[in-house]
């Protein structure tokens, strides 16, 4: 019985309508595919989604006419945040860094003028050791 109904439907369905009903299932997240097999299951016909579409089309270059004023200014605002944001998050450094400089952890071992490598001979040496060969 609704099948019967479905062609009355689309009749009393004015174009206006089928845009609203676009217009809602755009906002949703709906994809064309699945607005348009919704819209055919209300009988809406090939030539009346057309016309939509069009309608459709024409107030969306209207609005984005009257809105690349305001388009301009958001675009503007948006890199201007991004700038600001990417400026706070760069690493600043902290008083207690410019208070040292740029100085090297451990660079201070390397300033001693009395610096070798060499192994030192002024051990200890353990009670049980024994004097052997080569030994002074």
Do not use: C, W
């Not at 459709?56 to 945040?81: H, I, P």
């Not at 706070?88 to 860094?97: A, G, K, Y």
Request: hydrophobic share 30%.
């Amino acid at each position: 019985m609704l099948g019967v109904f479905s062609p009355l439907m689309a009749q009393t369905m004015s174009d206006s309508q089928v845009l609203e009903y676009v217009k809602e299932g755009i906002r949703q997240g709906k994809e064309q595919k699945q607005l348009a097999s919704e819209l055919a299951r209300k009988g809406v016909t090939k030539e009346q989604a057309m016309r939509v579409k069009q309608l459709y089309e024409q107030q969306n270059n209207v609005n984005a006419s009257t809105a690349t004023g305001t388009d301009v200014n958001e675009s503007r605002l948006r890199e201007e945040m991004k700038e600001n944001t990417s400026d706070m998050l760069e690493d600043h450094p902290s008083t207690q860094d410019l208070a040292r400089g740029n100085q090297v952890f451990g660079r201070n071992i390397f300033n001693t003028r009395n610096l070798t490598f060499e192994p030192s001979v002024n051990i200890a040496t353990p009670l049980n050791y024994r004097l052997g060969p080569g030994d002074e």
